[in-house]
């Protein structure tokens, strides 16, 4: 089962007050709905969601709703499809889906004026027309599909207005709103009240950001390593040198300690290359001591 559907799961056995409810059935119907003359249909691959929609319709508006198990989608799901014949035009016009005889894609602010009620009609639009991925999967991705472009807009403003940093793209006929921070789909989930899957999103998130952490602290060391060692190489190749044209005997004492204990130590930092010959030849020496002398055989090359 994906982690979209044990959202959805999750949410779907959730109770809230009848002005949230309707807010959520509105999303719902909005997004999903199919009008005909006597009727009007919504069809579901998630049997708790399809549930979850039979529920809202029968305690609100107490009719009888048919719901068949029999139809599968383009892409081989199982689909479930709810039928209401009964109030049609007093749940459309409640719900804000037609007034006045005209398809509406927008609620009406009486629908939506709290925002517990903005929060469920959020939840509605998940429900039925959003997914999230799997934080184990390479990204981090919440996205709506949805087809009619002032639904998209208005999803996404909704969404802004809780700080979530949406955005809307076209999508072959269809407008794709989504989030891709993950912090922010952590806070989505957050708001849909899914807990289980809140803890098992924090869980991976926190173990794939230690990850991430730990293998930029690795390649950071690496790097260092790396340019370490092609800092000892270029070191000694500047001593093979100074010995091919100097008289190395004639050279300065500080000069001659750095060439023969960057030979007798070849693999050691300036750092440790300075405590070495700190400590034996008793003669102190900083790091910065041992950068300069070398700047020093550069110029004396030249």
Same mark, same amino acid.
């Given at each position: 089962?994906?982690?979209?559907?044990?959202? +959805?799961?999750?949410?779907?056995?959730?109770?809230?007050?009848?002005?949230?409810?309707? $807010?959520? /059935?509105?999303?719902?119907?909005?997004? @999903?709905? +199919?009008? %005909?003359? #006597?009727?009007?249909?919504?069809?579901?691959?998630?049997?708790?969601? $399809?549930?979850?929609?039979? !529920? /809202?319709?029968?305690?609100?508006?107490?009719?009888?709703?048919? !719901?068949?198990? @029999?139809?599968?989608?383009?892409? @081989?799901?199982? /689909?479930?499809?709810?039928? &209401?014949?009964?109030?049609?035009?007093?749940?459309?016009?409640?719900?804000?889906?037609?007034? =006045?005889?005209?398809?509406?894609?927008?609620?009406?602010? %009486?629908? &939506? #004026?709290?925002? =517990?009620?903005? *929060? $469920?009609?959020?939840? @509605?639009?998940?429900?039925?027309?959003?997914?999230?991925?799997?934080?184990?999967?390479?990204? %981090?991705?919440?996205?709506?599909?949805?087809?009619?472009?002032?639904?998209?807009?208005? &999803?996404? =403003?909704?969404?802004?207005?809780?700080?979530?940093?949406?955005?809307?793209?076209?999508?072959?006929?269809?407008?794709?709103?989504?989030?891709?921070?993950?912090?922010?789909?952590?806070?989505?989930? *957050?708001?849909?009240?899914?807990?289980?899957?809140?803890? %098992?999103?924090?869980?991976?998130?926190?173990?794939?950001?230690?990850?991430?952490?730990?293998?930029?602290?690795?390649?950071?060391?690496?790097?260092?390593?790396?340019?370490?060692?092609?800092?000892?190489?270029?070191? /000694?190749?500047?001593?093979? *040198?100074?010995?091919?044209?100097?008289?190395?005997?004639?050279?300065?004492?500080?000069? +001659? #300690?750095?060439?023969?204990?960057?030979?007798?130590?070849?693999?050691?930092?300036?750092?440790?290359?300075?405590?070495?010959?700190?400590?034996?030849?008793?003669?102190?020496?900083?790091?910065?001591?041992?950068?300069?002398?070398?700047?020093?055989?550069?110029? !004396?090359?030249?």
């Amino acid at each position: 089962m994906s982690f979209t559907s044990n959202i +959805k799961n999750e949410i779907s056995s959730l109770e809230y007050e009848e002005s949230e409810n309707m $807010a959520e /059935l509105s999303a719902i119907l909005n997004i @999903g709905i +199919k009008i %005909y003359n #006597d009727k009007f249909e919504i069809y579901s691959e998630n049997i708790s969601v $399809a549930r979850r929609i039979y !529920m /809202l319709i029968k305690e609100i508006y107490h009719v009888e709703i048919d !719901m068949d198990t @029999g139809y599968n989608s383009l892409r @081989g799901n199982k /689909l479930v499809l709810l039928s &209401v014949h009964d109030k049609v035009d007093l749940i459309l016009n409640d719900l804000c889906i037609v007034v =006045n005889n005209e398809r509406i894609y927008v609620p009406s602010d %009486y629908l &939506v #004026d709290e925002e =517990n009620d903005k *929060k $469920a009609y959020l939840r @509605g639009v998940f429900m039925i027309c959003g997914s999230i991925n799997d934080p184990k999967t390479s990204r %981090y991705h919440l996205e709506f599909v949805i087809s009619n472009k002032d639904t998209a807009y208005y &999803v996404n =403003n909704l969404l802004n207005e809780f700080y979530f940093n949406s955005k809307v793209i076209k999508r072959d006929k269809n407008y794709m709103v989504y989030i891709k921070e993950s912090e922010k789909i952590s806070d989505f989930i *957050k708001l849909l009240n899914a807990r289980t899957s809140l803890f %098992y999103y924090e869980d991976i998130r926190i173990y794939r950001d230690h990850k991430n952490m730990t293998n930029r602290l690795n390649n950071c060391e690496q790097a260092n390593v790396d340019k370490m060692i092609q800092a000892s190489s270029e070191q /000694l190749e500047l001593i093979h *040198k100074l010995r091919e044209t100097r008289d190395f005997d004639l050279l300065e004492q500080c000069i +001659k #300690d750095i060439c023969i204990y960057k030979e007798k130590y070849p693999e050691s930092s300036m750092s440790e290359l300075a405590e070495i010959i700190s400590t034996e030849t008793e003669r102190p020496i900083t790091k910065s001591g041992i950068n300069h002398r070398f700047r020093k055989i550069k110029e !004396m090359l030249k």
